[in-house]
T-cell receptor, first 114, second 113 residues
Framework: EAQVTQNPRYLITVTGKKLTVTCSQNMNHEYMSWYRQDPGLGLRQIYY???????DKGDVPEGYKVSRKEKRNFPLILESPSPNQTSLYFC?????????????FGDGTRLSIL | AQSVTQLGSHVSVSEGALVLLRCNYS??????LFWYVQYPNQGLQLLLK??????LVKGINGFEAEFKKSETSFHLTKPSAHMSDAAEYFC???????????FGTGTKLQVIP
């Protein structure tokens, strides 16, 4: 079954404690992306990756890091989380939005930073 | 730069009534346009997409959308609402050759029995 898998689904943690949200896809997609969803703001792109070792900033990259060492994995790293990063996060993969390919989304990770 | 505007953060319709969710876009090149649906505690699922093959696009669950270049619109419609259509709907745009995707702020659809 084609899917995007995120872990964990829920996490409550404290300010400053580094955390990683993993994302894996089994569709051999080149394009992967991270979004955060906040009430009234829709989805905002954090980072995206066109392929292995190729990443670029989205609209709200501050406070986040990503890496793409393997095609299937695209982890999101919060080196020093702060309360304003409390949000619902989605990972997505695609054959490439610039060629009209839709994105496949994970089920989301709800992060609470205290 | 691309952008998307969804008019109405909340829309309520009666069961069996027409559903109309509005989306206007801005793009400097011919766009690709998408509608996604999000059910509670789930990720987004593709409803339909416009990639220039036809201006009237049919999607899943009886939804369709019409691309109107002159109005820069891509409104989502369904002739008869079902209770199961209650969800949040997002319009998104990407530009040909570019990999950045911009989403609208979403419209929550409530269906009243």
């Amino acid at each position: 079954e084609a899917q995007v898998t995120q872990n964990p689904r829920y996490l409550i943690t404290v300010t400053g404690k580094k955390l990683t949200v993993t994302c894996s896809q089994n569709m051999n997609h080149e394009y992967m992306s991270w979004y955060r969803q906040d009430p009234g703001l829709g989805l905002r792109q954090i980072y995206y990756s066109m392929n292995v070792e190729v990443t670029d900033k989205g609209d709200v990259p501050e406070g986040y890091k990503v890496s793409r060492k393997e095609k299937r994995n695209f982890p999101l790293i919060l080196e020093s989380p702060s309360p304003n990063q409390t949000s619902l996060y989605f990972c997505a993969s695609s054959g490439g939005p610039g060629s009209g390919q839709p994105q496949h989304f994970g089920d989301g990770t709800r992060l609470s930073i205290l | 730069a691309q952008s998307v505007t969804q008019l109405g953060s909340h829309v309520s319709v009666s069961e069996g009534a027409l559903v109309l969710l509005r989306c206007n876009y801005s793009s400097s090149v011919p766009p690709y346009l998408f509608w996604y649906v999000q059910y509670p505690n789930q990720g987004l699922q593709l409803l339909l997409k416009y990639t220039s093959a036809a201006t009237l696009v049919k999607g899943i669950n009886g939804f369709e959308a019409e691309f109107k270049k002159s109005e820069t619109s891509f409104h989502l419609t369904k002739p008869s609402a079902h209770m199961s259509d209650a969800a949040e709907y997002f319009c998104a745009v990407s530009e040909r050759g570019y990999q950045k995707v911009t989403f609208g702020t979403g419209t929550k659809l409530q269906v009243i029995p």
